[in-house]
């Protein structure tokens, strides 16, 4: 692969550094995204400069955006990449952006009952306010209490991210009484007739399920006679006195 051009992972603009403040990159011991991925996150990330820092003014944000990998439950989640619909308004307000608004997407799985294919549409309100770095908000809060904005932008992923994974049932169900699945044969029962049963039983095991269920009934564990009852009585024994 031919290398295009220099890597121009740094500040987009040539004379950024106006201040000795600089990010402190993270280690990079996890793996590498691919540009795909790179893209794909980016895209997640609004820049603030549009919007300005003047409290009181708004953009709305009307986008279609890629699904990022792990959004997602055990059984169910949002496809990588699948198109997720974000209809927001990013409004400046004193401590920072305040962003309110409807995200649509598509969630795939598996039934917990039946595991036929689950699909199904979310739709997702989410309000939630992003403090500036130096705010009083950020000062007073811990970081997992408000999202920050980092330098001029503002990262929706996990945003939505959040709101789709606290949403999302760890049961999901194809249908809200599905009945599951056949414990002898496994089929789903919802597609057995009401009768599905597997007790008749061949006559000529009969005799010997009749046997079976003697012993059983013969088989009586009483003869452990010996032995305290654990929790029935306290400590003290009055025989003992
Ligand atoms: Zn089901
Ligand atoms: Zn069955």
């Not at 944000?61 to 990588?80: N, Q, R, S, Y």
């Not at 997702?124 to 009083?136: K, N």
């Not at 005799?207 to 009586?220: K, V």
Request: hydrophobic fraction near 35%; include cysteine; glycine fraction near 8%.
């Amino acid at each position: 692969m031919p290398a295009s051009s220099a890597r121009s992972t740094g500040p987009s603009s040539g004379a950024a550094s106006t201040d000795a403040r600089r990010p402190v990159g993270d280690p990079v011991d996890k793996q590498l995204p691919t540009p795909a991925e790179k893209a794909a996150e980016k895209a997640w990330k609004v820049d603030l400069r549009e919007l300005g820092r003047r409290a009181g003014s708004m953009r709305e944000w009307e986008k279609t955006l890629p699904a990022l990998d792990g959004w997602g439950v055990e059984m169910i989640g949002v496809p990588e990449g699948a198109p997720v619909q974000l209809h927001l308004r990013l409004e400046s307000v004193m401590e920072g952006v305040l962003v309110t608004g409807q995200v649509e997407l598509p969630v795939t799985g598996q039934c917990a009952r039946c595991l036929d294919p689950v699909e199904d549409t979310l739709e997702l309100d989410v309000q939630e306010l992003y403090a500036y770095a130096g705010s009083t908000t950020e000062a007073t809060s811990g970081e997992d209490e408000v999202r920050r904005i980092d330098g001029e932008r503002l990262d929706l992923a996990p945003l939505v991210r959040d709101a789709v994974v606290l949403t999302l049932p760890l049961s999901p169900t194809c249908r809200p009484d599905c009945a599951g699945l056949c414990v002898d044969c496994g089929e789903r029962l919802d597609d057995l007739p009401a009768d599905h049963s597997h007790e008749v039983l061949d006559p000529r095991w009969a005799g010997l399920a009749a046997r079976f269920t003697e012993t059983a009934d013969s088989a009586d564990p009483t003869d452990s006679a010996a032995g305290p009852q654990p929790g029935s009585t306290s400590r003290t024994n009055p025989e003992e006195n």
